[in-house]
């Protein structure tokens, strides 16, 4: 419960840090893949910020922790970061 609260709090504060921002649809591509991609398929993503080798290790860390959140909670995560999405380009 706690991990779900965090990577939606973490959603919250990255795509609506400002009332008139909009996420950039590669951000959210990405956070969508956080949940959803295996380790494998996420990492070539985060090649492109250019981040050091040990924050990347950082990532792919908590991912392994967010892979074991269950399907049906994963969903609910995605919908809900369809709705800050859909709020934050309002």
């Given at each position: 419960m706690r991990?779900?609260?965090?990577?939606?709090?973490v959603a919250l504060a990255l795509c609506c840090y400002e009332a008139?921002?909009?996420?950039?649809?590669a951000f959210v591509a990405?956070?969508?893949g956080f949940l959803w991609k295996t380790p494998?398929?996420?990492?070539?993503?985060?090649?492109?910020?250019n981040a050091p080798e040990e924050a990347v290790e950082a990532v792919l860390h908590v991912k392994s922790c967010t892979d074991n959140i269950s399907i049906?909670?994963?969903t609910i995560l995605t919908e809900i970061l369809g709705k800050i999405t859909e709020k934050c380009a309002n």
């Open positions: 991990l779900f609260l965090s990577v939606l709090l008139n921002a909009s996420a950039c649809p990405d956070l969508s494998g398929l996420f990492e070539p993503s985060l090649a492109k910020y049906p909670r994963k």
